[in-house]
């Protein structure tokens, strides 16, 4: 299939799920990875193409409410927070954190702010039964791999936020 924002897409050499298109796209001063995930049995739809289309031209809008979905999270379990600040204690950007915090714990909302939105998956609605859009996001890649995917919606709802590694 020929599509307006993907290019070419092809499925049918596939064995398994695999991404078919990737590319990065820019959020503020950042280059973010973007793979598009596709299936051996994926019937590409040009509707869902689109969706995902929009999902990336309005990706500052999607990285907004997966923000306020880790700041909620992160409100909730502060597990993630404080095993990144203990483990990563000499960290400029934790260093950056802890003196900002002013002798407090350091808040949710300033450690959501400092994680960094490193990939984006799309994910063809016939892999998944779960939501086919994931922003994965990283505390000092550098140093972590430690992951907190945001999983929404086409549509941009938050369905969920997953620690994953």
Same mark, same amino acid.
């Given at each position: 299939?020929?599509?307006?924002?993907?290019?070419?897409?092809?499925?049918?050499?596939?064995?398994?799920?695999? =991404?078919?298109w990737?590319?990065?796209?820019r959020?503020?001063?950042? /280059?973010?990875?973007?793979?598009?995930?596709?299936?051996p049995?994926? /019937?590409?739809?040009?509707? /869902?193409?689109d969706?995902?289309?929009?999902?990336?031209?309005?990706?500052?809008?999607?990285?907004?409410?997966?923000?306020?979905?880790?700041?909620?999270?992160?409100?909730e379990?502060?597990?993630?927070?404080?095993?990144?600040?203990? /483990?990563?204690?000499?960290?400029?950007?934790?260093?950056?954190?802890?003196?900002?915090?002013?002798?407090?714990?350091?808040?949710?909302?300033?450690f959501?702010?400092?994680?960094?939105?490193?990939?984006?998956?799309?994910?063809?609605?016939?892999?998944s039964?779960?939501?086919? =859009?994931?922003l994965?996001?990283?505390?000092?890649?550098?140093?972590?791999?430690?992951?907190?995917?945001?999983?929404?919606?086409?549509?941009?709802?938050? =369905?969920?936020?997953?620690?994953?590694?």
């Open positions: 299939m020929d599509h307006a924002y993907f290019g070419r897409v092809e499925t049918s050499a596939l064995d398994g799920p695999d =991404v078919v990737e590319s990065t796209s959020l503020g001063g950042d /280059e973010v990875e973007v793979q598009l995930w596709a299936g049995s994926s /019937e590409l739809d040009a509707e /869902e193409l969706a995902f289309a929009a999902c990336l031209t309005g990706l500052s809008a999607l990285d907004t409410a997966a923000r306020t979905a880790l700041r909620t999270c992160l409100h379990d502060r597990y993630f927070i404080d095993h990144h600040v203990e /483990e990563l204690e000499d960290s400029e950007t934790v260093v950056r954190l802890v003196r900002d915090a002013a002798d407090e714990a350091v808040g949710a909302d300033a959501a702010a400092a994680m960094c939105l490193s990939s984006v998956g799309l994910w063809l609605s016939d892999l039964d779960g939501p086919p =859009v994931i994965d996001y990283i505390f000092d890649p550098d140093l972590s791999d430690q992951i907190l995917a945001v999983k929404l919606t086409r549509d941009g709802t938050v =369905v969920s936020v997953d620690r994953e590694s």
